[in-house]
């Protein structure tokens, strides 16, 4: 005879439905949430399971109504269950339980955003799957491969499959030469964020259209190069990145000390940026070496930056990233 009754799902609340920022309760974790909702829509039976107590517990409690999820039963089991075996353990029983230490966040981001297709969506979601993948790497030992072991033909073959994500990680590194002698260690920033300059990309009130293909890695250079480069002969911004001396001079300058066998397989992207001296329009670039705006070091917290200057590299996301040394 088969079981009819409903499917009891046992959800946990910090690091699951918010981020984990206990006592206090931190930002929610929409997909997730939305996810929780649809479950108890669909008429399974929805429990928190949260070692909150007390005023803490009351806390989540009307922190997950403002956010529109309603519970069946609290740190409780099933009333039925109950009757059945006698008494209300301490165990809570369930059929499933999302949990961050069963279920990642990331898994659920995953589903939630298969259908994304614009930019920032596509972004989000590789980055999550980035994240799995290296959280599942890491709990089992399995062996990643070693950026330093791969060509720079190599690196770009993978990076244009697509398979970047699965086979490196963020803040991989390799170490290479200039034809001057001095040597430099390339760091990986991120995957699939730089969109490669094609006919009929554009800006327009800093949003992409005709998107064909993303960029597979982006370096950056870890330390600081050798040497005195200034923005401007005359220390102003004026002209943005596109007309400036940094740009227009120095970077072909530099490209042209990479290793012949780097050079070849560089990709031009579009860049984004303010045309400078206080004006609030952006402008795209065509650039294979460029300066990273504001915004894609810092995130959204900018003072100096246009809007619509990119978006944070996933490596920039640790503040400690950010800092060049000599």
């Avoid at 909702?37 to 403002?66: E, F, H, P, S, Y």
């Avoid at 290479?176 to 006919?199: M, N, Q, R």
């Avoid at 303010?274 to 460029?290: I, P, R």
Wanted: aromatic content about 8%; overall charge negative.
């Amino acid at each position: 005879m088969c079981n009819l009754r409903p499917r009891i799902i046992a959800v946990d609340f910090d690091g699951m439905l918010c981020e984990g920022k206990f006592p206090d309760i931190g930002a929610p974790i929409l997909p997730v949430i939305e996810y929780v909702k649809r479950l108890r829509a669909a008429g399974n039976i929805v429990i928190l399971w949260t070692c909150r107590t007390g005023q803490n517990l009351m806390d989540a409690v009307t922190w997950c109504k403002q956010q529109g999820l309603t519970f069946d039963y609290i740190n409780e089991n099933v009333k039925q269950n109950v009757e059945q075996y006698g008494g209300d353990t301490r165990k809570i029983f369930a059929d499933v339980y999302i949990d961050d230490k069963t279920i990642l966040p990331q898994q659920i981001i995953i589903k939630e955003s298969i259908e994304m297709t614009n930019k920032e969506k596509q972004q989000i979601t590789t980055d999550v799957a980035s994240a799995v993948i290296n959280d599942i790497a890491d709990k089992y030992g399995v062996k990643r491969n070693n950026l330093a072991d791969y060509t720079w033909e190599e690196i770009a073959e993978i990076a244009a499959q697509g398979k970047a994500a699965a086979n490196f990680r963020i803040g991989d590194k390799k170490e290479l030469e200039l034809i001057t002698g001095e040597k430099l260690t390339a760091v990986i920033i991120g995957f699939d964020h730089d969109v490669i300059e094609t006919k009929g990309i554009y800006a327009d009130n800093h949003k992409l259209f005709d998107v064909k293909k993303c960029a597979g890695i982006t370096f950056a250079i870890e330390g600081v190069l050798d040497g005195w480069f200034e923005m401007n002969e005359d220390d102003t911004n004026k002209g943005g990145w596109k007309n400036s001396k940094m740009r227009t001079v120095y970077m072909s300058r530099i490209e042209k000390l990479l290793p012949a066998e780097l050079r070849v397989v560089l990709r031009t992207v579009a860049k984004f940026t303010g045309k400078g001296g206080g004006s609030d329009d952006v402008e795209t670039t065509a650039d294979k070496l460029f300066l990273f705006s504001e915004a894609e070091i810092i995130g959204d917290d900018v003072e100096y930056s246009a809007s619509g200057e990119g978006s944070q590299y996933p490596y920039f996301a640790d503040a400690a990233n950010r800092i060049k040394k000599r």
